[in-house]
């Protein structure tokens, strides 16, 4: 590959990308670096021409490919040459791009969750556990002093991560779609993986974050007797609104299993109207006029099996309370070296997160009765 071809694979490239902002910025940044090279490039065939020519070669083939966005080859050990063999397999851009428009739009957590960008492993931010106390000292009463509490939250990204062999053979079906459906796969399983983590997650379990479940201190238990999930009553789904202030309230929502909410339909008020109201008018549907959530990654009953002492089971409140950390995005990576000897690709799917909830009275549990 010689200069004329990598500005013609530039041009390729911009054109493909036209429009699209993140992508012509760093293309704009790969022109600037090949600039460079050329510069660097005619300096060095005065002095050993055809060393000089092989090193642009390496260069062109391996680090030029690395940095075009969603472009990615694996480096094995003892790489030198930068060779195509050596270098791994590109992944298609468009199909990372695919994953983490799926991952976006699959998972729930990302749905309710704030998102926050993360620049490093970790971020820290402070958060008031208690506030001041205001007084009203009369004439000649000194005032008394007063001061809050703060703590801080600490979000620490983890790696989620998926390794996936292709046979050759299954290669040669590429043509029917095989990439886009394997993809397509992996990112609803890690948005369910997020959403289990995110809701109901434990570290007790080995779970890299504790979820909602886990983190909310602000709970209504059920009465003593009421063991099972089918001794819910409307009730208790009104005292979760009222428990929590209207400051976490506002904007609440509730969450909970499909076949929770199939009780929720037939518990009526005391004037004998039901507290849930079906979606109509492109409103959604709502449970003492708050909408609600399903996930089916919330504890889930039966009829034949309702009986779980002391579990917590319905959530509500303002999620936007629940921080979900990016670290690192989507990245889709790939290798023929790693399985060589069996003759497959291997794909790497990879995304770093955190979990935090500076708050954990911003939402409220609803927990069956211990016995």
């Known amino acids: 590959m010689n200069i004329e071809k990598l500005y013609n ?40 021409p055809r060393k000089a020519e092989k090193e642009f070669d390496q260069w062109c083939k391996f680090a030029f490919l690395k940095k075009i966005p969603g472009l ?26 695919t994953v983490a428009y799926v991952l976006g739009e699959a998972g729930l957590a990302r749905k309710l969750f704030q998102i926050i960008p993360m620049k490093r492993k ?17 004439e000649g009463t000194a005032p008394s002093y007063t001061k809050p509490t703060l703590d801080k939250e600490t979000l620490t990204a983890k790696k989620m991560l998926a390794l996936l062999p292709v046979t050759s053979e299954l290669l040669s079906d590429e043509s029917y779609g095989l990439y886009a459906l394997l993809f397509e796969l992996v990112a609803w399983a890690m948005a369910d993986e997020e959403d289990r983590v995110g809701f109901v997650g434990d570290t007790g379990s080995g779970d890299p974050f504790n979820g909602v479940l886990n983190r909310c201190s602000t709970e209504v238990a059920m009465d003593t007797g009421d063991t099972l999930y089918s001794n819910l009553n409307a009730d208790y789904l009104a005292d979760m609104t009222a428990t929590l202030p209207s400051k976490y309230s506002k904007g609440g929502a509730f969450l909970m299993h499909r076949t929770i909410l199939n009780y929720v339909r037939k518990l009526k008020n005391d004037e004998g109207t039901y507290i849930w109201q079906a979606p109509a008018a492109g409103e959604p549907g709502t449970i003492w006029g708050y909408p609600y959530h399903l996930n089916d990654n919330m504890p889930s009953t039966s009829v ?30 790939s290798s023929k070296d790693y399985l060589f000897g069996t003759d497959e690709l291997v794909l790497r799917f990879k995304e770093r997160i955190a979990l935090g909830m500076p708050f954990t009275a911003a939402i409220c549990k609803l927990t069956t009765a211990a016995s």
């Open 9 to 48: 694979a530039l041009e390729g490239m911009k054109e493909k990308f036209n429009g699209l902002g993140v992508y012509e910025k760093r293309l704009d940044q790969v022109e600037s670096m090949v600039k460079t090279l050329e510069r660097s490039f005619s300096c060095e065939v005065q002095k050993d």
């Open 72 to 97: 990615t080859t694996k480096a094995p050990s003892g790489m030198s040459e930068g060779t195509d063999a050596d270098g791994g397999y590109l992944v298609p851009i468009e199909y990372s791009s």
């Open 122 to 138: 970790q971020m820290q931010f402070p958060n008031v556990t208690s506030n001041v106390t205001i007084s009203w000292p009369g």
């Open 304 to 333: 034949a099996d309702g009986s779980q002492p002391g579990t917590s089971f319905v959530l509500f409140g303002n999620f936007k309370n629940v921080y979900l950390g990016d670290r690192k995005q989507f990245t889709v990576d």
